[in-house]
Structure formats: C-alpha cells, structure tokens
Nanobody, 125 residues
Framework: QVQLVESGGGLVQAGGSLRLSCAAS????????MGWFRQAPGKEREFVAA????????DYADSVKGRFTISRENAKNTVYLQMNSLKPEDTAVYYC??????????????????WGQGTQVTVSS
C-alpha cells in the first residue's frame, strides 16, 4: 500500500519562498507521474504541477509558471515543489498525488490514484 506524506508548508509573506516535499512509502514505488494540487476552502481542487517519474517532462498551471518548479529524487521516492514569488492567492492546502495512468491528463485530479494528507501553505499580504 503506497502512502504519500507532504511536508514543508507554513506561513510566509508575499514574495517569499517555500519548498514542499512529498515522500512515498515502498521499495518499488514507480508511478507514471507525480502531481501537485491545491485546494482553498470553498473552492475546487486545482492542478499545480506534474512530473513524469521517468524522463524530465513537466507540466505547470498557467498561474504558477515561472514561479514554481517541480522536481524529483527517484532514489528517495520523493518529489518536490519549489515555490518562489508567492502570492496571497497561492494560499491553500497542497496535496501530492501519484498516477499510474499513462494516458490520462496530468492536470485532472481524477487521473491520480493515491493522495497525501496535504500541507497548509499560507501567504500573507
């Protein structure tokens, strides 16, 4: 049973940076892709970024392009989200997710099979 655990969230001022981590359990963890999503209270869960587990293809939501960077360290079953130039509208619970669906859209939450518990990111203005 694969489990994902996010960490690194917190409170930061606008313009600041945070680095989120997502660690997966298991010795044979090998999904097709890993994604980051976020959800603010009363709003739908939205796609943030995704990365293939093999190769270096990445996808980003338009709202975070140029500010966020997704990366991975396969040997440690870990994916990261470096967030720079944070804005108040980035405030949300951030979730890590894993997908084994090769041909599903990376930006759809329904494409992902396993989710972490989430980590809160709050950006003050």
């Amino acid at each position: 049973q694969v489990q994902l655990v996010e960490s690194g969230g917190g409170l930061v001022q606008a313009g600041g940076s945070l680095r989120l981590s997502c660690a997966a359990s298991g010795r044979t963890f090998s999904p097709y892709q890993m994604g980051w999503f976020r959800q603010a209270p009363g709003k739908e869960r939205e796609f943030v970024a995704a990365i293939r587990w093999s190769g270096d293809n990445t996808d980003y939501a338009d709202s975070v392009k140029g500010r966020f960077t997704i990366s991975r360290e396969n040997a440690k079953n870990t994916v990261y989200l470096q967030m720079n130039s944070l804005k108040p509208e980035d405030t949300a619970v951030y979730y890590c997710a894993a997908s084994w669906a090769l041909y599903s859209s990376s930006f759809r939450a329904t494409a992902y099979d396993v989710w972490g518990q989430g980590t809160q990111v709050t950006v003050s203005s």
